[in-house]
């Protein structure tokens, strides 16, 4: 028996869209996958050989040839390097993003060209900060420290933050700025005690994920924070990260110490999800108490 | 007195609002500065065209890294952008809230992961299956530190960008447009395909050249996987060495080789340049779409 055409017709249009809906099930399936996969699979590598020396210790001598000793030096090298290129990010983006906001009118050009450049700046891959950075300092006749380090994941977490925040400042709504310049405040008035205010949660978003990526960065601070198996106690000195600290583990030959790679990947994990989960708090708070 | 620091502010803010493209520039001269040596040795096509790489009898030739780069690159798009599109559609134009609110932190997790990590997960999971399972399914032979290998990772790495982009792109699409399609008696699916991915098109092209271009310049995971070899690579099963990854691995030793230093600078200088022309690209076609749709 054969259908009449129209009918046909019908049945292959529903086919086709449920093949496609198969498809797209597949394909969130694979993302969503591929997340629980990699996380998944670092924790279960990582966690029966992480151990409390491992990151309460400084390396010992010979503990990349698999004696004792921890990556007490990477942890918090990366923590001293991501905090001061996130408080020198925020120094320079916040006034940015106040800027484009408060003191040029709506859509400016102005505005729309420094929203231009960060995307930009944003698209440039880590490794050509850390070479940049890398030429910087040689012009500058620094060697390898936490300050060039510093200065580079800052430059690197310089658009990532300012992209966050002018994102939360642009939803401020005209009607709380009109109201504060009513009272007589003057734009820094209320850009300080108003805006900052209203989206200090967003604000606080923004530097986390901004800090995130600082701490996970490995490329820009190969060049310019070098590595070293003591703690960092000056600015002028290198230090070591612990990006850098799992990718060298990982390239001895010895079993061992590519498993202390796998635990010191499973600390970064836990850094990495932490910090996200407090972003993600921080977001749900932020649009509690907001004025609409 | 509040009106002069009110003043002041706005001067200094002024200036900070510079610094964002005077660092791309920076960048660009600085770069090229330091790859002036090189440049005055030999020309600049027979560098990037010459396969002989030895540092030591001084011959820079870039050609087996680019192609490196190129050929990780192509595999992660080929492999990502079905993906990351259908995806995106699903997430705009089918999901329930539930499953949309679910999925965006997954998507921000994997775009905020350390690429150290992925490099990891590559070296722990990917490279066994590449030599184990596919190498031998097709037939071939494979240490599993391959081309594939890092564009299966770096794929991977690239979802959250094309998807992101898309899911902007395909919100700026008024609804109405949607619904006279669907009025018309179209099946959801074609008005997705007749009305979304038309309309949104030259958004979507923007999406993967963005997440090109974030391919093109991972560094850490893709070093970690990829072999590092310095030839042109022949199959994907072969390894290969990308541009990032030999700036990567040499720069201890760049000091001290005549030229050295400077030929790692063109390979960082072209990397920017590549990847800024591409970004400036995508992203003026992504201020066109945005426009269209106010």
Known sequence: MTLPLTERRFIRRKIEENAFKVLMAASIFIVIGCLLLIVGTIIWKGLPALSLSMITQTPKGGYYLGREGGILNAIMGSLYLASGATILSIIFSLPVVLYINLYTKKNSRLAQWTRFSFDVLWGIPSIVFGAFGFIVMIFLGLRASLLAGIVTVALLELPIMSRAMDEVIRMVPRELLDASYSLGATRLETALKVVVRQCLPGILTAVLIAFGRGIGDAASVLFTAGFTDRLPTSLFQPAATLPLAIFFQLGTPFPEVQERAYASAAVLTAMILLISLLARGLIKKSTKHIVK | ?294
């Open chain 2, 1 to 294: 007195m509040r009106l002069f620091k009110d003043t002041l502010a706005q001067k200094t803010m002024l200036v900070l609002t510079f610094i964002p493209g005077l660092i791309v520039l920076l960048m660009l001269v600085g770069l090229f500065l330091k790859a002036r040596p090189i440049l005055a040795d030999k020309p600049f096509f027979s560098l990037l065209f010459s396969s002989a790489w030895s540092p030591l009898k001084g011959n820079f030739g870039l050609f087996p890294f680019i192609m490196g780069t190129l050929w990780v690159t192509f595999v992660a798009l080929i492999m990502a952008v079905p993906v990351s599109l259908l995806t995106a559609i699903y997430l705009s134009e089918y999901a329930p809230r539930f499953i949309r609110e679910f999925t965006k932190p997954v998507i921000d997790l994997l775009a905020g992961l350390p690429s150290v990590l992925y490099g990891v997960w590559g070296v722990l999971l990917i490279v066994p299956f590449v030599s184990r399972i596919l190498a031998p399914l097709f037939g071939a032979q494979s240490s599993g530190y391959s081309i594939l290998a890092g564009g299966l990772v770096l794929a991977i790495m690239i979802f959250p960008t094309i998807i992101a982009v898309c899911l902007e792109v395909f919100s700026s699409i008024p609804y109405e447009m949607r619904e006279t399609s669907l009025s018309l008696g179209a099946t959801k699916w074609e008005t997705v395909r007749y009305v979304v991915l038309k309309k949104g098109l030259q958004g979507i092209i923007a999406a993967v050249v963005l997440g090109l271009s974030r391919a093109f310049g991972e560094t850490m995971a893709v070093l970690m996987v990829v072999g590092n070899i310095p030839r042109v690579p022949k199959s994907v099963f072969s390894g290969g060495y990308p541009l990032p990854a030999l700036i990567a691995n040499n720069y201890g030793e760049m000091m001290s080789i005549p030229l050295y230093d400077s030929a790692l600078m063109l390979a960082a200088a072209t990397l920017l340049v590549v990847v800024l022309s591409f970004n400036i690209l995508a992203r003026f076609i992504l201020i066109r779409v945005e426009r269209k749709a106010e």
